[in-house]
């Protein structure tokens, strides 16, 4: 057992393929080696390799609490990918420093907010906080981050799964009300409407109205013209929020690009507005 477990060290360690090294640590895994801190620095160097993160997990179960958790913490920190996903899943939100962390910078990732939106939310303890309120700018935009992930609940649980999803959304569209927005702002706050308007839970069409109230800072009519053209999708939403007749700016923009605006001429046809023109 003891050459087995110093040939997965070296297969780890010097391996000069990805799947030796794969093979390595899973190899480890099957030896209590936390007390070799030579290994257990190899594994921590190791972890910032988004390929390999899960094995060095899978590493950490004979480490102490304490000593598994910073790592997990300095690792989320660093990484971006699937590597980030697997150590946030991981981690004890036990300091304020890792709540903080978490509502701030623990949702954005490259693969897919879905996946972490629920966990940051709950690990923050996003809920409590927006019943403060006050957030600062890097709070509110890590808080819009899990926002945008607990409304995507293709790939695992989201807002559906919250004890208070209707609670907490209206306090973070209060929030809203404080901070400066750019479009991708505006655009997250339509995809709440547009998630609420077709969900099942009880009380969701509270969220509409209070997403009109706070989308009323804006120049409708101004924002829709001078952001149709890149962001197209979510300016159809606030037309629906607003009732307002898209026709003619569809019609524009078709004349101008067809091959990138067609797909939005079903509009004219439902309305009936603009047919014999298209």
Not at 64 to 75: A, G, I, R, T, V
Request: with cysteine; hydrophobic share 35%.
């Amino acid at each position: 057992a003891e050459k087995i477990g110093r040939l997965a060290v070296t297969f780890a360690e010097y391996g000069n393929k990805a799947e030796t090294v794969k093979l390595g640590l899973s190899l480890m895994s099957l030896f209590n080696l936390s007390g070799n801190e030579a290994v257990c620095n190899l594994l921590r160097i190791m972890g910032h390799c988004e390929e390999f993160t899960d094995y060095v997990i899978s590493n950490t179960t004979g480490w102490s609490d304490e000593k598994k958790q910073d790592l997990y913490f300095e690792l989320a920190k660093k990484l971006r990918g699937w590597g980030k996903i697997n150590v946030v899943e991981m981690m004890q939100a036990d300091t304020k420093e890792k709540k903080d962390w978490l509502l701030c910078h623990g949702c954005k990732n490259n693969i897919m907010y879905a996946y972490l939106g629920f966990e940051c939310a709950m690990k923050c303890d996003l809920y409590e906080r927006l019943q403060n309120g006050n957030f600062s700018d890097e709070e509110f935009l890590g808080a819009s981050d899990i926002m945008s992930g607990l409304l995507d609940e293709g790939p695992c649980q989201g807002m559906s799964a919250l004890e208070y999803p209707i609670e907490l959304t209206l306090l973070y569209l209060e929030e809203c009300k404080k901070h400066n927005w750019d479009a991708e702002q505006v655009a997250l706050i339509t995809d709440i409407a547009v998630y609420f308007r077709s969900s099942e839970i009880e009380n969701a069409d509270k969220i509409e109205p209070k997403v009109k109230e706070v989308l009323e800072r804006l120049d409708i009519h101004n924002y829709i013209l001078e952001n149709i053209e890149n962001n197209t999708h979510e300016c159809m939403h606030i037309a629906k929020i607003y009732d307002v007749d898209m026709s003619e700016h569809l019609i524009r923009l078709m004349k101008m690009d067809f091959e990138k605006y067609y797909n939005f001429c079903y509009y004219l046809f439902n309305r009936q507005q603009n047919v014999d023109e298209f």
